[in-house]
């Protein structure tokens, strides 16, 4: 498994590589409930086994069941301060989500193919990890060969003695998504014997956990560390297979923790989707769990929405809230209203967008994009529909 735990070489690295702007997002790549947990401490000790907590009730376009955990430090707005330039857009069909809340406690995941290593599903006031304390290695099996557009998301510590935690699309490939903690930071990006970038984040502390992105559309792969983008490249060998190898390790007294999986496939333009369609789904819009406010990782959808808005004066638009159906059906009703009305109020005050081209309904779990029968069902039922009229 070629250079996986490898020491971390030295790296020099320039204040503008930690500072770069953020380029176009990649066109067509458009994903999991975010509870704030706080810092990890060493050696967590996992609960007794237990049945698996259920799950809590989503409303309109919110985040799939593997959704971030490790939320950026700063609560701001849609659009401002570090979100100005952030350019990740999840994709929109969901391939593979998982965030163990149906595993037990002390084993391993159901859904996750073992490799080697000592893992189990460990719980940190109420959310559910898969902690390593050797070095480890497991396998996402997808139904087909990963797409040529698709986003990938998960939740995760660095690995112990500065040692890479690795994400490989194909046992052939030249290149593959990697990040290690190295002087208080996370470092990650694309490395291999292919093109690669590799850049550090702002300092955090180990046990830490940080959102890891790949948003990929063909070659041209983007990497991110929570809101920091840490890889921008055009000729990427990331080669696509139906597994998805994730090597990472830890040791007894400093584990190491990966959890909120999904893998989505990446789709068209909004507009190019809305004028062959009438319609267009997206999960690119996140809101604060059981809340109408929405987050600031919806930037880079809400700025498409609005772009595609202004480039087409004569187009109107219904904005459309829906839910899975888990929970109380009346109370999802209702907060899908409300949420596709906040689209609407953030789309008017902050992107200055004419009101009478906006209308909104909630329709919360009665018109399902899929069965929910299955997490990846009810990640692509939770969402924000835009109708053309």
Do not use: C
């Amino acid at each position: 498994m070629r250079g996986l735990f490898r020491s971390l070489f030295a790296l020099t690295i320039g204040a503008a590589a930690l500072t770069a702007p953020a380029m176009g997002q990649i066109g067509g790549i458009k994903v999991p409930k975010v509870p704030k947990v706080p810092t990890v401490p060493s050696a967590p000790a996992a609960p007794a086994a237990q049945p698996a907590a259920a799950e809590p009730a989503p409303a309109a376009a919110d985040q799939p069941a593997a959704s971030p955990a490790a939320a950026p430090a700063k609560n701001e707005a849609p659009g401002s301060g570090v979100w100005v330039n952030y350019d990740f857009q999840p994709g929109e069909i969901p391939l593979y989500v998982d965030d163990f809340s149906r595993d037990r406690v002390g084993n391993f995941p159901k859904r996750l193919e073992f490799i080697e290593g000592n893992m189990e599903v460990a719980e940190w006031s109420g959310v559910r990890w898969l902690r390593a304390t050797t070095r480890s290695s497991f396998a996402i099996v997808l139904p087909d060969t990963l797409t040529d557009r698709f986003t990938m998301e998960f939740d995760a510590t660095g690995s112990v003695a500065n040692i890479f935690t690795t994400v490989t699309f194909s046992p052939t490939a030249a290149s593959y998504a990697a990040f290690s903690y190295f002087n208080d930071r996370v470092q990650g990006g694309i490395d291999g014997t292919g093109p690669k970038a590799l850049a550090l984040t702002s300092p955090s502390a180990f046990e830490t956990p940080f959102r890891f992105r790949i948003m990929a559309d063909g070659k041209y792969v983007k990497v991110y560390v929570n809101e920091t983008r840490v890889a921008n490249i055009p000729n990427a060998v990331l080669g696509r297979s139906n597994k998805i190898t994730i090597e990472f390790a830890g040791s007894e007294t400093q584990p190491a923790f990966i959890g909120n999986l999904s893998v989505l496939a990446g789709g068209r333009e909004l507009y190019d989707a809305l004028e062959e369609n009438g319609r267009v789904a997206t999960q690119g819009i996140y809101f604060a769990s059981g809340s109408d406010q929405i987050r600031p990782e919806s930037t880079p959808t809400l700025v498409e929405i609005a772009e595609m808005l202004k480039d087409h004066p004569d187009l109107d638009i219904l904005i459309e809230g829906h839910t899975d159906n888990v929970g109380n059906a009346a109370a999802n009703l209702a907060l899908s209203d409300r949420r596709a009305a906040a689209v609407r109020k953030i789309l008017i005050d902050t992107y200055k967008i004419d009101g009478n081209r906006l209308t909104t309904i909630g329709f919360g779990d009665t018109v399902p994009a899929s069965p929910n029968t299955t997490p990846e069902g009810r990640q692509q039922n939770r969402r924000v529909e835009l109708v053309k009229k």
